[in-house]
């Protein structure tokens, strides 16, 4: 079936370090590929979003590429912020599936200053 | 839009009790979720609606539990009874398309 596995956290970095968390993917189909963020105390939000391979979902800074040859979607940062500590997620969408998605376990991310 | 509005925020209760979490999702969208999200097992799905209608309660870990949405406005998830460990933080996440809108969440302390 569908599923997302992405890297094990915590990841710990340094203000203005670079981040990558890693994203991989098994679906049948084409689905779209997003990740969302969830603050302390909060639910998840969307971050970004791609539908078609090679496409690139971006926001506040954040950046990942839909690889359908590698069956990839890695989170990137060139410089992230203590405000950028939170959990992600990645997710896919389940092709006929009543907007359901499919969620990794998530990422912690601790940025210190 | 206010968003997906869940309530309470928080509950606490004594085990053997019943409780009822409460969502309103966003107006149109026509797909409702109840996710649970604890330290050990992550984040669960445990039920989804369509158009009101229950598509999949294969999440749903107990008879225990029973969640129902009688309109496009509202759900609720029960637990009766409630045990310790049905601790958790409870999420209500609404869609239109394939992105989903989540709610603050419930948090539920059993005692």
């Known amino acids: 079936g569908d599923s997302v596995t992405q890297m094990e956290g915590p990841v710990t970095l340094s203000e203005e370090a670079f981040l990558t968390i890693n994203c991989t993917y098994t679906?049948?189909?084409?689905?779209?590929l997003f990740w969302y963020v969830q603050y302390p105390g909060e639910g998840l939000q969307l971050l970004l979003k791609?539908?078609?391979?090679?496409d690139k979902g971006s926001n506040k800074g954040f950046e990942a590429t839909y690889r359908k040859e590698t069956t990839s979607f890695h989170l990137e940062k060139g410089s992230v912020q203590v405000s950028d500590s939170a959990v992600y997620f990645c997710?896919?969408?389940?092709?006929?599936?009543?907007?359901?998605?499919?969620f990794g376990a998530g990422t912690r991310l601790a940025v210190h200053p | 839009d206010a968003g997906v509005i869940q309530s309470p925020r928080h509950e606490v209760t004594e085990m053997g009790q019943e409780v009822t979490l409460r969502c309103k999702p966003i107006?149109?969208?026509?797909?409702l979720f109840w996710y649970r999200q604890t330290m050990m097992r992550g984040l669960e799905l445990l039920i989804y609606?369509?158009?009101?209608?229950?598509?999949?309660d294969s999440g749903m870990p107990e008879d225990r539990f029973s969640a129902k949405m009688p309109n496009a406005s509202f759900s609720t998830l029960k637990i009766q009874p409630s045990e310790p460990r049905d601790s958790a933080v409870y999420f209500c996440?609404?869609?239109?398309?394939?992105?989903?809108?989540f709610g603050p969440g419930t948090r539920l302390t059993v005692l």
């Open positions: 791609a539908t078609k391979a090679d």
């Open positions: 107006s149109g969208h026509n797909s």
């Open positions: 997710a896919l969408s389940v092709q006929g599936g009543y907007n359901k998605l499919i």
């Open positions: 996440a609404s869609s239109n398309r394939d992105r989903q809108y």
């Open positions: 679906a049948t189909g084409y689905p779209s």
């Open positions: 609606f369509n158009n009101n209608v229950p598509i999949d």
